[in-house]
DNA sequence: TTCTTGACAAGAATTATTATTATGTGATAA
DNA sequence: TTATCACATAATAATAATTCTTGTCAAGAA
């Protein structure tokens, strides 16, 4: 909650909210997602503040931005490195908190300087393939 | 070649013109790219076709779509198993073949099953950061 | 003053619609 | 067997429509 203002962000009660709705969150809401879940309490709220917020906040690094949707951006308020795991069927996304160790061999990776990795995981989760293991 | 009429898709001027494009193209084009590379021979060439060719290629799993880049989707050729390295600084994508054994922790894991990975590795690569290492 | 909001316009990427055109296929003729 | 033709079907191109996101700017709050 000091966040905010600790990082010349001002507190308005539309922060407050998207900031609280992401708060814990664990299902990688898009911008609408957030943008109907704060307009209960905030009908006048436009989706353009939720634009500028969800920026605002990535910029402090309060939240990341992640690419696993090619529909929409998808946001994260756990910016601690962790992976995700894509459920192919219905498209749950969930977090994946585990360390791997990767090293590209050199002939590979070239003159690159790593910096950081990204997993994505892919599977079925337990309520798209409940044991009937239905195949298409 | 052939391929496209073993697997029920017409054979037309502008599709092989498209995986002519694809095929062993390591820089993983847009469908703005692709769409103006293939003018350049068929000038009277669609966007709507370049996407339906594309959609109707990743279907029979000729293509892979790539969501490495939040502004747009993006176009592999090469659909055997593989991960991307990506300039953080001028977005340029290099293809990393080589394996990792990545197993999750089954208490993380869940009741999920697992199929597959894609590991988005980040970095500086040789042209953004030579010698000089100007960080911003 | 300075920053933020909200309304709306604008832009970019993608998808949908539809009349027109080209392709593959099967029948027929050579 | 090979070539030709007609036709059903699928693909193209043009354009409209949608969706997601960003930009603009006047009005309001800190």
Not at 45 to 50: K, N, P, Q
Not at 84 to 94: E, G, P, Y
Request: charged share 25%; hydrophobic share 35%; aromatic share 8%.
């Amino acid at each position: 909650m000091q966040k905010f203002k600790n990082i010349g962000l001002k507190l308005t009660p539309q922060r407050l909210a998207i900031l609280g709705f992401l708060e814990g969150n664990p299902d990688h809401p898009s911008a609408e997602d957030i943008y109907k879940a704060v307009s209960v309490q905030f009908p006048t709220m436009s989706l353009a503040t939720v634009y500028n917020t969800l920026d605002a906040l990535r910029e402090k690094g309060y939240i990341i931005e992640l690419t696993i949707d090619p529909a929409k951006k998808r946001f994260d308020p756990f910016t601690k490195m962790h992976h995700h795991l894509i459920c192919t069927s219905c498209k749950r996304v969930k977090d994946i908190h585990a360390d791997f160790m990767l090293d590209i061999p050199e002939q590979v990776r070239g003159d690159f300087r790593i910096t950081g990795n990204h997993i994505e995981f892919y599977g079925v989760c337990p309520v798209c393939g409940n044991g009937h293991e239905r195949r298409i």
